[in-house]
């Protein structure tokens, strides 16, 4: 199958209507918002036109968007969550809110690692919670110290607090492996921390690397993960998401309002049902061309940008660069957005570690890609 990747082209791209293509005026490059820029797997297509032809456009069927789930999860990771314990949410974020609302008392202290991706503040802040950083290691990993010390902030006034996670993380593509998982449940669990995990780049993890879902884990038993196929098939306008049960929080999900689950989309849960059963070959091409732009980003950073700081992203279609070296101030991206005629995501919005630094999308074409650097190295 051909590369997504290499699909619609320049032209074509700026015709969308989509807050990417719209936000900024049309001279500049937009690689910042993550949405890619691929045509949707055919099945998907199919299966929402067939949709509209039949008329079939009222109130979502969530049994069918779990099942979908459960077969694509026992197919890529060996493990095939219960559908029966699952419930429908409109999308990850709003179901991360619906979450907390079940395991953490009104107000009580949200840890999150950062960097990590802005609506995790915005969301949980708007819903009255206290942000606790637990930043990310040197290495870009989870740190076991900085996450004890936050659960012990988090849980300093007695109330029931929460743990955030993003897993695969947004920005830096991390993908936490089951030893680190394990570890950071387990001191959850013995500081009395509730675990809620954004897992909506599960698909998108690039070999040698394996996704690992939270609720799959031992340890994440009393864990709840969100996951969607929104990312992986470009589906964000197709609203809808799963929230899924490790065992012992079966009972929890179960509190769930019935109302929440009329906010997901009809027209998405179709075309998610249809990405998890029949889009594996499409996802497995735009994997390969993923797995071709993360490292010709590489390439071109070491040879025109050699002073930007990359680490090559074990998942996730999203880089984080290190601007520091090239002082361009808090926040890069609006230097480069006026001076190279390029957009990436500001950094200091993504918390601790943030300034400095942006984020960039390569879910799109190389030559968009090679476009972009070499903007950037122009303008510096």
Same mark, same amino acid.
């Given at each position: 199958?051909?590369?997504?990747?290499?699909?619609?082209?320049?032209?074509?791209?700026?015709?969308?209507?989509?807050?990417?293509?719209?936000?900024?005026?049309?001279?500049?490059?937009?690689?910042?918002?993550?949405?890619?820029?691929?045509?949707?797997?055919?099945?998907?297509?199919?299966?929402?036109?067939?949709?509209?032809?039949?008329?079939?456009?009222?109130?979502?069927?969530?049994?069918?968007?779990?099942?979908?789930?459960?077969?694509?999860?026992?197919?890529?990771?060996?493990?095939?969550?219960?559908?029966?314990?699952?419930?429908?949410?409109?999308?990850?974020? @709003?179901?991360?809110?619906?979450?907390?609302?079940? /395991? $953490? *008392?009104?107000?009580? %202290?949200? !840890? #999150?690692?950062? &960097?990590?991706?802005?609506?995790?503040?915005?969301?949980?802040?708007?819903?009255?919670?206290?942000?606790?950083?637990?930043?990310?290691?040197?290495?870009?990993?989870?740190?076991?110290?900085?996450?004890?010390?936050?659960?012990?902030?988090?849980?300093?006034?007695?109330?029931?607090?929460?743990?955030?996670?993003?897993?695969?993380?947004?920005?830096?593509?991390?993908?936490?492996?089951?030893?680190?998982?394990?570890?950071?449940?387990? @001191?959850?669990?013995?500081?009395?921390?509730?675990? /809620? $995990? *954004?897992?909506?780049? %599960?698909? !998108? #993890?690039?070999? &040698?690397?394996?996704?690992?879902?939270?609720?799959?884990?031992?340890?994440?038993?009393?864990?709840?993960?969100?996951?969607?196929?929104?990312?992986?098939?470009?589906?964000?306008?197709?609203?809808?998401?799963?929230?899924?049960?490790?065992?012992?929080?079966?009972?929890?999900?179960?509190?769930?309002?019935?109302?929440?689950?009329?906010?997901?989309?009809?027209?998405?849960?179709?075309?998610?049902?249809?990405?998890?059963?029949?889009?594996?070959?499409?996802?497995?091409?735009?994997?390969?061309?993923? *797995?071709?732009?993360?490292?010709?980003?590489?390439?071109?950073?070491?040879?025109?940008?050699?002073?930007?700081?990359?680490?090559?992203?074990?998942?996730?279609?999203?880089?984080?660069?290190?601007?520091?070296?090239?002082?361009?101030?808090?926040?890069?991206?609006?230097?480069?957005?006026?001076?190279?005629?390029?957009?990436?995501?500001?950094?200091?919005?993504?918390?601790?570690?943030?300034?400095?630094?942006?984020?960039?999308?390569?879910?799109?074409?190389?030559?968009?890609?090679?476009?972009?650097?070499?903007?950037?190295?122009?303008?510096?």
């Amino acid at each position: 199958m051909d590369n997504p990747l290499v699909g619609p082209g320049l032209e074509r791209l700026r015709e969308r209507r989509s807050v990417k293509w719209r936000l900024y005026d049309p001279d500049i490059l937009p690689l910042w918002v993550a949405e890619m820029d691929v045509v949707p797997a055919e099945p998907i297509q199919q299966a929402v036109a067939d949709a509209m032809t039949r008329g079939d456009t009222g109130y979502p069927w969530a049994a069918d968007y779990a099942e979908a789930l459960s077969t694509f999860a026992a197919k890529r990771w060996g493990w095939e969550p219960d559908p029966a314990t699952m419930e429908i949410v409109p999308d990850v974020m @709003l179901g991360v809110v619906e979450v907390l609302k079940l /395991v $953490a *008392d009104p107000g009580a %202290a949200v !840890v #999150v690692n950062s &960097p990590v991706y802005p609506p995790f503040f915005q969301f949980v802040s708007h819903l009255g919670h206290r942000v606790v950083e637990a930043p990310l290691g040197e290495d870009g990993r989870l740190d076991l110290a900085a996450l004890e010390r936050a659960f012990a902030d988090a849980t300093s006034d007695g109330a029931r607090a929460a743990y955030l996670l993003c897993n695969p993380q947004n920005p830096t593509g991390a993908v936490h492996t089951p030893e680190e998982l394990t570890a950071a449940l387990g @001191l959850a669990h013995s500081s009395g921390v509730r675990v /809620v $995990a *954004d897992e909506i780049h %599960a698909p !998108v #993890v690039h070999a &040698p690397a394996t996704f690992t879902s939270v609720a799959s884990l031992p340890a994440g038993s009393r864990a709840i993960a969100l996951m969607s196929a929104s990312k992986a098939f470009n589906l964000a306008g197709l609203k809808a998401a799963m929230a899924v049960p490790g065992p012992e929080a079966v009972a929890d999900l179960a509190r769930m309002p019935e109302e929440v689950s009329h906010g997901a989309s009809h027209l998405g849960v179709i075309a998610h049902r249809a990405a998890y059963l029949d889009g594996g070959p499409w996802l497995d091409a735009l994997l390969a061309g993923l *797995d071709s732009n993360r490292q010709l980003l590489g390439t071109l950073l070491a040879e025109q940008l050699p002073e930007v700081g990359y680490r090559v992203p074990d998942g996730t279609f999203l880089a984080w660069l290190d601007f520091t070296a090239l002082d361009l101030g808090d926040d890069p991206a609006a230097v480069l957005r006026e001076r190279a005629r390029v957009a990436l995501h500001p950094g200091p919005g993504f918390g601790q570690g943030g300034k400095g630094h942006a984020r960039l999308n390569f879910g799109t074409s190389p030559d968009i890609v090679r476009e972009a650097v070499g903007r950037i190295a122009a303008a510096l």
